[in-house]
Nanobody, 124 residues
Framework: AVEVAESGGGSVQAGGSLRLSCTVS????????MAWFRQSPGKEREAIGY???????KYADFVKERFVMSRDNAKNTHYLQMNSLQAEDTAIYYC??????????????????WGQGTQVTVSS
């Protein structure tokens, strides 16, 4: 079975940084496109960014260079470095993996495997 596991969430003060990790097992990792999404209470799940097998990335407009994704295929892991965090970044952050390429990287329906999520809380 494919397992997707996030780690690295927690609480931080506004202006601080966190790095989330996502590790996949049970699938040929290099063939997966990987993404991060987040969801706040009462809001829809929104896409943050995407990284393909060659470490090419795409980001949502709101990221504005505050967040950076990277990927280590040897470790079956990708990362989300988050800087200059603000209270509005408080959410559950989810890692997602897809097996089929699509230009709609920000559509959660295009992803096959999901982690359980990790809470990020930013206090002002």
């Amino acid at each position: 079975a494919v397992e997707v596991a996030e780690s690295g969430g927690g609480s931080v003060q506004a202006g601080g940084s966190l790095r989330l990790s996502c590790t996949v097992s049970g699938y040929d990792y290099i063939h997966l496109g990987m993404a991060w999404f987040r969801q706040s209470p009462g809001k829809e799940r929104e896409a943050i960014g995407y990284v393909d097998w060659a470490s090419k990335t795409k980001y949502a407009d709101f990221v504005k260079e505050r967040f950076v994704m990277s990927r280590d295929n040897a470790k079956n892991t990708h990362y989300l470095q988050m800087n200059s965090l603000q209270a509005e970044d408080t959410a559950i952050y989810y890692c997602a993996a897809r097996t089929t390429w699509s230009p709609y990287w920000d559509d959660p329906g295009r992803y096959d495997f999901w982690g359980q999520g990790t809470q990020v809380t930013v206090s002002s």
